[in-house]
């Protein structure tokens, strides 16, 4: 069984995990009638759930857990602030997201209102018991930096998401609504999902290359435009300025990924390690992506406002940023993370006094890549029937996509058997 220390990190990722195989088990129950009207209009209560299962249930569910499991390692094995207080925040933060997609499923108002603000106040206790252990052990650097950036802005968005749950409820802030909108979407996706995968990869990435020596310059430069982005961006909506405002947030966020990309490939040349896996080498991929969407979005946005803009290029953007981007990332980095935490915790006492599996047993590497190569190229063909208003394609992608999903929870969940 796992040790006391590590519940805590698997009690989130498999909730994580749980969340992820009923969003897609979900996705494929209706997946022409649901995507045919998210392309359309997403801003409904069935879109809101799914958006709300997948990025709380699923993709923040996950990077809690890395942060409780991550931070004590890059802190030299320092302990948490509070074991039982993460069990507590665990507790109200499932409990709060959990009803926040029953409410927005059922277009319960009061619902969603009541539950918005439980996720904030689990939230709210996340960020203490981080916040503490950082504090307490006072060693910064890009990765503790990015991780506290991380967090502070998931409770700007968690704060925003409130506000707009209590609106939702008692219509108390009108039409400023749509401007707390923006500022939630800026904190949470570029806020505090871009900061923990940025940071975090500065200790994974060399971990699994081996990479030693490599130049660590850019990720000072990456963190500077990242924060000028989410801010700009976010106080754009916020104090609804002109257009060029929003221009500008979004081409610092590109130059933030751009050099990302070019650090990431730093640490590749600098690497011990030639075959570090298939999930890393996704997560190298998965840069270069997100780095050539937004750079190509930056002289588009100047050219084509309005198209850029609009509902249609609006979903596209979210599907490529948070599926492709986020999502992809945290499926590829769990392809090595949770094979070394269960070895780690199921063997590591036992490894050299009896014969237990190899690290290199606990996941089948060729099915990790065949599943992520999968799932890349579903969500190009989902992606593609967004753009040309295509039904067939859009089922196709999506059926592909959730099905490949499917297989890859499985694949990850399998690990915990063996």
Known sequence: MVSRVSRLPFLFFLTGLASFAVF???????????LAAFSEEPRYPSGWSRAHLFVLGWATMIAMGAVYQLV??????RQLFSRKLGYAQYAVFATGFAGLVAGFRAADVKTVGL??????????????????????????????????????HLVM???????????????WWGAFHDRLLGAHLWFGAAGWFGFLITS?????????????????????????????????????????????????????????????????????????????????RWSRHL?????????????LSAAFPDAVLGTRMAVIIGWLYLWGWVGGTILAYLSKII???WWTHKYGSRAGREKVPTMAEMIDDRKVNALLSAIVASLFV?????????????????TLLAAGSLFYAGLLAAVFAK
């Open 382 to 398: 989902l992606v593609a029937g967004f753009g040309w208003n295509s039904p067939l394609l859009q089922t196709l992608g999506g």
């Open 72 to 77: 004590p390692v890059v802190l030299q094995n």
């Open 157 to 171: 968005a968690g704060a925003a998401g409130m506000l707009m749950g209590l609106n939702f409820a008692f219509e």
């Open 200 to 280: 975090f990869s500065y200790k994974l990435l060399p971990m699994f290359h081996l990479s030693h020596g490599h130049p660590e310059t850019l990720q000072r430069f990456v963190a500077g435009f990242l924060l000028t982005g989410v801010w700009t961006g976010a106080l754009s909506f916020l104090l609804n300025a002109p257009a060029w405002c929003h221009w500008i947030a979004l081409s610092c966020t590109a130059a933030a990924f751009v050099l990302y990309a070019v650090h990431l490939a730093q640490i590749h040349r600098f690497r011990h390690k030639p075959m570090p896996g298939a999930g890393i």
């Open 287 to 299: 840069a270069i992506g997100i780095a050539t969407v937004t750079a190509l979005l930056v002289p």
């Open 24 to 34: 897609q088990a979900w996705s494929l129950a209706d997946v022409s009638a649901w």
């Open 339 to 341: 094979p070394f935490l």
């Open 115 to 152: 539950f918005a603000s439980v996720v904030f106040a689990g939230i709210l206790l996340f960020a203490f018991n981080i916040g503490a252990t950082l504090i307490a052990a006072n060693a910064w650097n890009s990765v503790t930096a990015g991780c506290a950036a991380a967090v502070f």
